[in-house]
């Protein structure tokens, strides 16, 4: 009986979850759309950008992108095409906007993975340690490191250790992204760190925060009393303490992909993030609809798959949803 | 008995230092943007500049100096109107419960959700705000956190004696709400409203790194540090002076306001 009804929760906890991301990426979509009519002047004009202008050419833009058409056509017509993978021209490059982002996505992707795989492996063990002499100097020590690295901003930091890095002490490269893997991840290094650096302190605080929250439990002091071995508890305590922490690294994975901007550009990296910051500047808007579309997409579906995670992974969440 | 605390005086030398270029930076450095293109960029340490030049022959530690102002101006206001609208909304959603409840948390999940960088830079750079437009669209981004501790200190205050009491006294929502429930809320929300003001700082000179925000020519950290980056084989003060500002007085407010939090936090404890 229990296995039907379990079943069912899931089934429907996934469903609903399911429904809210793709009604959340409508939304998204609209507003994202609607960024082309909310930048000042003639949308025809801005899409026409610095290209000589003319009657005739703002007349086949017009009919090219439907701006007589009423708003809500112009969206589902725009819609319809970025659904088929088409996000239009660039107004700077002239290029299809999928191409220019798949030139680039591989180089973000790879400076998100790598500043991904730094966090994990140095902040979850420092966090862990740190909780295990909760209060003691180190601790304390530790603690107003990363209060201070959630704070410092990416591209000062970045810029410093590029000085010391890359000028003064000259073991990192100062620029370019580097030929084939093992010398792209080389000239990435220091980008990596420097993304790492933010995010890795929000992770340390909260494997910390989690591990002592365990460490408080009644069962720790039972499985003490009861004789179990240092070793024995500790394996009790982290694999409950990891729950919070290995749901937040999905999320911390996406808002790296979103943060690289100011790292890219910090490092004169080409990829999607400097691309935003230009298209910004240079009112590409079918670039600026594309990438934030899709970032949000990528936001939106690693929170959908850290919920249904959370709920694979722990019971108490499945209780309380079947209630 | 009392120990003297060693993290607020620390934090508070370079916070008064802050302030003190802020308000007086006019009197301070008076020539900060005098520009001497023929000069051009000289290395730290050269006659009469400590700090060196940059590319328009403006002095670095000046500049410095007369950035303070539109690194903290613009991000104390951020962290006021968004404190504002959170405690708007955060109250009414914690008081009123029922659907405004749910659609103003739906609200401020949904806020949440979005990278505060991307946003700013996609909204502030598309309308071509400037200063005070970028300030604006930061007060938004920021008040969700507000409106969220607001709406749970109201909601953990509400259910106390003092409160029950209050409402068999008869005393109207209105006056519950302002003379009772928001002045306990108040100290969380003052460290709530430091640790905004360094984000802010952050998400503001951030921007201005971008070249959004500040105009050309007004001083700036994040537009410096911009300038400065491809100064780093000539002189390299150029990105030090401005990068270890942003970095020291952000590592201070948040210090500040961390310390603040667990204050309260105790205190509320041992109540």
């Known amino acids: 009986m229990n296995r039907n009804f379990e079943r069912g929760t899931v089934l429907r906890f996934t469903l609903v979850r399911l429904a809210a991301t793709a009604l959340l990426l409508v939304a998204v979509s609209f507003v994202v759309f609607a960024l082309l009519h909310l930048t000042p002047g003639d949308p025809a004009r801005n899409l026409l950008g610095p290209r000589v202008s003319s009657p005739e050419i703002l007349a086949s833009i017009r009919t090219q992108y439907r701006l007589d058409d009423p708003f809500l056509s112009q969206y589902f017509h725009w819609l319809g095409g970025v659904l088929h993978g088409d996000f239009g021209t660039s107004i700077r490059s002239d290029t299809p906007v999928t191409t220019l982002l798949a030139d680039r996505v591989v180089l973000t992707a790879q400076l998100a993975a790598y500043a991904f795989l730094l966090t994990v492996v140095v902040a979850i063990p420092v966090g862990i340690f740190a909780a295990s002499r909760a209060g003691s100097a180190v601790d304390r020590t530790i603690n107003v490191g990363a209060i201070i690295g959630v704070g410092a901003p990416s591209y000062a930091v970045g810029l410093l250790l590029l000085y010391v890095f890359g000028v003064n002490l000259d073991i990192f490269p100062v620029y370019g992204s580097g030929d084939g893997f093992l010398d792209r991840m080389w000239h990435l290094s220091l980008p990596a760190i420097t993304l790492a650096l933010g995010i890795g302190a929000l992770v340390f605080k909260l494997t910390r925060t989690a591990v002592l929250g365990e460490l408080e439990q009644d069962y720790v002091s039972f499985a003490v009393s009861r004789g179990l071995s240092p070793r024995q508890v500790r394996s009790m305590v982290l694999r409950n303490a990891m729950i919070p922490v290995v749901t937040s690294l999905g999320l911390v994975f996406a808002f790296l992909f979103g943060g690289t901007i100011l790292v890219e550009i910090t490092f004169a990296l080409q990829g999607i993030g400097a691309l935003l910051a230009s298209a910004v500047t240079f009112k590409d808007i079918p670039v600026v609809q594309a990438i934030t579309l899709l970032t949000a997409a990528v936001i939106a579906l690693t929170a959908l798959a850290v919920d249904l995670f959370y709920f694979a992974a722990d019971p108490r969440v499945r209780k309380r949803a079947a209630k | ?271």
Not at chain 2, 20 to 49: E, F, R
């Open chain 2, 1 to 271: 008995m009392k120990r003297p605390q060693l993290t607020p005086v620390l934090c508070a030398i370079p916070l008064a230092a802050v302030a003190i270029c802020v308000v007086g930076a006019q009197w301070i450095v008076p020539d900060a943007t005098k520009q001497d293109i023929l000069l051009g960029v000289t290395p730290a340490g050269s006659p009469g500049h400590r700090f060196g030049t940059d590319q328009l022959g403006r002095d670095v530690l000046q500049l410095g100096i007369a950035g303070a102002r539109s690194a903290v101006v613009g991000p104390i206001f951020i962290a006021l109107g968004s404190m504002l609208l959170g405690v708007l909304l955060g109250s009414l959603a914690g008081y009123l419960g029922g659907w405004v409840d749910l659609l103003l948390t739906k609200y401020a999940d949904l806020l949440l959700a979005l990278p505060t960088t991307l946003i700013a830079l996609v909204v502030a750079g598309l309308i071509d705000g400037g200063y005070w437009v970028t300030v604006l669209v930061l007060v938004v981004l920021f008040s969700p956190t507000d409106i969220r501790l607001i709406r749970g200190s109201v909601l953990a205050q509400s259910s106390r004696p003092y409160i029950e009491s209050a409402k068999v006294l008869g005393l109207g929502k209105g006056r519950i709400m302002f003379r009772h429930i928001l002045p306990n809320v108040m100290p969380v929300a003052l460290a709530t409203m430091l640790l905004n003001v360094a984000f802010a700082l952050v998400a503001m000179s951030s921007l201005s790194f971008l070249g959004l925000g500040v105009g050309p020519g007004v001083p700036d950290w994040g537009r410096q540090l911009s300038d400065g980056r491809d100064l780093l084989g000539r002189n390299s003060a150029a990105v030090i002076v401005p990068g270890v500002l942003i970095i020291v007085i952000a590592a201070a407010i948040n210090l500040l306001g961390d310390w603040m939090q667990e204050r309260f936090e105790q205190r509320a404890r041992q109540r």
